[in-house]
């Protein structure tokens, strides 16, 4: 069985920069499509990115395209959010997740989840 373990969160400025990892472990996922999804206090989860098994397409949310890339590695089984430029609206509990079919947005379409990691960024 697959399990996924974030980490990388933390407590930040404005305007700085992180970079969340997530590691599969149990079993490769190199065959599933991977996302984060993010959960802000007193909200609902939301997307983020995905990017599909083939490492070619991604997708962002629009409020992250341009300061957030979504990557990852096959070979150490990895997958990584760089995110640039954060701001206080970025604050939330970061998951990452898989499912076996292609790109998507909505969190119903992902059948695994990692435990999450708090990003809390303070003006």
């Known amino acids: 069985q697959v399990r996924l373990v974030e980490s990388g969160g933390g407590l930040v400025q404005s305007g700085d920069s992180l970079r969340l990892s997530c590691e599969a472990s149990?079993?490769?996922?190199?065959?599933?499509?991977l996302g984060w999804f993010r959960q802000a206090p007193g909200k609902e989860r939301s997307f983020v990115a995905s990017i599909n098994r083939d490492n070619a397409n991604t997708h962002y949310a629009d409020s992250v395209k341009a300061r957030f890339t979504i990557s990852r590695d096959y070979a150490k089984n990895m997958m990584y959010l760089r995110m640039d430029r954060l701001t206080r609206e970025d604050t939330g509990v970061y998951y990452c997740?898989?499912?076996?079919?292609?790109?998507?947005?909505?969190?119903?379409?992902?059948?695994?989840w990692g435990q999450g990691t708090q990003v809390t960024v303070s003006s």
């Open positions: 997740a898989a499912r076996n079919g292609g790109l998507s947005d909505y969190a119903g379409a992902f059948d695994l």
């Open positions: 149990g079993h490769s996922f190199n065959t599933f499509t």
